[in-house]
């Protein structure tokens, strides 16, 4: 999962998850994020994740990003990138990821360990009569 950090324009301080791509950000009423500033295009740019452990960032037509104070229309994006749009600044942050609960599997572990110890007294008990 993706997170934006908004850190200047009319929604700064707001963080936005990205959990499906490809996501759009403008100000377009459909767009993912949708941003009302200055110098924000209707689609302005696109966030993909065409696998291979890299996400992509590109612009529409004629719209420019700055990547790091570097324009840019097509960036593969790292963690902490610094992404201005306008008159927005975002920065590009991987989410904490949430580890599932282990207590269910835990318990079967532990019971299947305690029924290979009866088990194994069992037939200690039998070949010792």
Request: charged content about 20%.
């Amino acid at each position: 999962m993706v997170q934006l950090n908004i850190l200047s324009g009319k929604k700064a301080g707001r963080q936005m998850l990205v959990r499906r791509f490809p996501f759009r950000v403008g100000r377009a009423a459909g767009s993912d994020l949708q941003l009302e500033d200055d110098g924000i295009w209707d689609e302005h740019l696109v966030l993909e994740f065409p696998g291979a452990e890299k996400f992509v960032m590109r612009t529409a037509p004629g719209a420019m990003a700055v990547i790091n104070h570097q324009p840019l229309q097509t960036a593969t994006l790292r963690n902490g990138d610094l992404l201005g749009l306008g008159s927005v600044k975002l920065q590009f942050w991987l989410a904490a990821t949430r580890q599932r609960g282990l207590r269910l599997r835990e318990a079967l572990v532990w019971a299947l360990l305690a029924a290979v110890t009866l088990v194994q007294l069992g037939l200690i008990y039998r070949l010792n009569r």
